[in-house]
């Protein structure tokens, strides 16, 4: 049974950084691309940031320039480096894995930017 791990979140002041961390427990087959979403209270989840198998990746325009994603395709491991963090960035972020036979997801782990 595949299981994605999520850890890193935590409170932090404005400005701060945090480093979030992915990992699989079980081998995934055929990834695709592996990325981050968040869920802020009251709002739907939306796409963080994503990396491609190729190691091409994407971010949301409210992140460019300070967030940045890395994976380990042998390890199944992705990350989040968060720097330079604002209270809007506040919401439980989820790592995803999307691989040929299906998605998968974590349970979240919460990032809390104070002011």
């Known amino acids: 049974q595949v299981q994605l791990v999520e850890s890193g979140g935590g409170l932090v002041q404005a400005g701060g950084s945090l480093r979030l961390s992915c990992a699989a427990s079980?081998?995934?087959?055929?990834?695709?691309?592996m990325g981050w979403y968040r869920q802020a209270p009251r709002k739907q989840r939306e796409l963080v940031a994503t990396?491609?198998?190729?190691?091409?990746?994407y971010y949301t325009d409210s992140v460019k320039g300070r967030f940045t994603i890395s994976r380990d395709n042998v390890k199944n491991l992705v990350y989040l480096q968060m720097n330079s963090l604002k209270p809007e960035d506040t919401a439980v972020y989820y790592c995803?894995?999307?691989?040929?036979?299906?998605?998968?997801w974590g349970q979240g782990t919460q990032v809390t930017v104070s002011s």
């Open positions: 990396i491609t198998s190729g190691d091409s990746s």
């Open positions: 079980g081998s995934i087959v055929g990834i695709k691309s």
């Open positions: 995803n894995v999307k691989s040929i036979l299906q998605n998968y």
